[in-house]
Antibody
């Protein structure tokens, strides 16, 4: 059973950088059978795919966020991270990390519980 | 406004069947990309209930079924239970971006 846990500041000031980390247990971020994913949810509903990263560092980003986005993977800590620069109130939401297995299912199967990030001064 | 269109809400009495539609276009669902469905209970992460158009993950009751035709897909919940009250989202792909529907609130009357 793969488990994911997001961590990071819950409050970020406008124009600053949002940084989150997802720690994985029960699976390895070094595995060749998964993409490691970030998804966010704007209140009250709106799910938005942010992007994913492969074990070798290859990344695939939502074009709407690409210019502000960085992702990285740390195999020694079994975690992956997200950095989003120049945040505004529109970046407020619940951020989830998730796994996309490369088994043909093509769906995000395991998710973290989510962490609320508020952009406010 | 989401690229994938879902009704904001549907409702049904216990034991009844509800159906949720997810309408896309020729650039996503109609292009042959898979549709997946998620259930989200309040305050929790989405849970996969259908993957690759019609498949149920292990542990998901067979009361959940789905289909896909052309540029649309649908999720059916038969024998509705109180515990099915949740938000439901479809997910697909447009060749570049993973895209979610706007979500449907299922209310059990």
């Amino acid at each position: 059973q793969v488990q994911l846990q997001e961590s990071g500041p819950g409050l970020v000031k406008p124009s600053q950088t949002l940084s989150l980390t997802c720690t994985v247990s029960g699976g390895r971020v070094s595995s060749r059978d998964s993409y490691w994913t970030w998804i966010r949810q704007h209140p009250p509903k709106g799910l938005e795919w942010i992007g994913y990263i492969y074990h070798n560092g290859d990344t695939y980003f939502n074009p709407s966020l690409r210019s502000r986005l960085t992702m990285s993977v740390d195999t020694s800590k079994n975690e992956f991270s997200l950095k989003l620069t120049s945040v505004t109130a529109a970046d407020t939401g619940v951020y989830f990390c998730a796994r996309l297995p490369l088994d043909g299912s093509n769906a995000f199967d395991y998710w973290g519980q989510g962490t609320l990030v508020t952009v406010s001064s | 406004q989401s690229v994938l269109t879902q009704p904001p809400s549907v409702s049904g009495a216990p034991g009844q069947t509800v159906t949720i539609s997810c309408t896309g276009s020729s650039s996503n669902i109609g292009a042959g990309y898979d549709v997946h469905w998620y259930q989200q209970l309040p305050g929790t992460a989405p849970k996969l209930v259908i993957y690759a158009n019609t498949n149920r993950p292990s542990g998901v009751p067979d009361r959940f079924s789905a289909s896909k035709s052309g540029a649309s897909a649908s999720l059916a919940i038969t024998g509705l239970l109180a515990e099915d009250e949740a938000d439901y989202y479809c997910l697909s792909y447009d060749g570049t971006v993973r895209i979610f529907g706007g979500g449907t609130k299922v209310t059990v009357l």
